[in-house]
């Protein structure tokens, strides 16, 4: 998937939030957006670049994003996983609701 979305500061501007939902995406670049990535079991992302979240960069019981970045979000952390994300060159300021201990500023 490639794609760009910006500004819809309303909600998510990638979102699978039915049962067992999955999030896969690649080479996405997502900027101002209420969340960037939200999804309700796991969001994978490859080349992924979220910047201005609202909320949260990217949430979900499982993230994973190689190659990515996940910076200045407004209110919320840039990496929301209920389990300690999986981070491979990955950038990011704030990671939690725990302190996961793979972002910067953690």
Request: proline share 5%; with cysteine.
């Amino acid at each position: 998937m490639n794609v760009t979305l910006h500004d819809a500061v309303a909600g998510p501007c990638l979102e699978a939030t039915q049962p067992g939902g999955s999030l896969p995406a690649t080479d996405a670049v997502l900027t101002n957006c209420g969340t960037g990535m939200d999804a309700t079991v796991k969001v994978v992302g490859t080349r992924v670049t979220i910047t201005g979240a609202q909320q949260n960069g990217v949430q979900s019981t499982l993230v994973k994003l190689t190659d990515s970045s996940a910076t200045g979000t407004v209110i919320g952390v840039d990496v929301f996983s209920s389990r300690k994300p999986v981070l491979v060159n990955t950038t990011c300021g704030k990671s939690g609701p725990n302190d996961w201990g793979v972002c910067t500023n953690d």
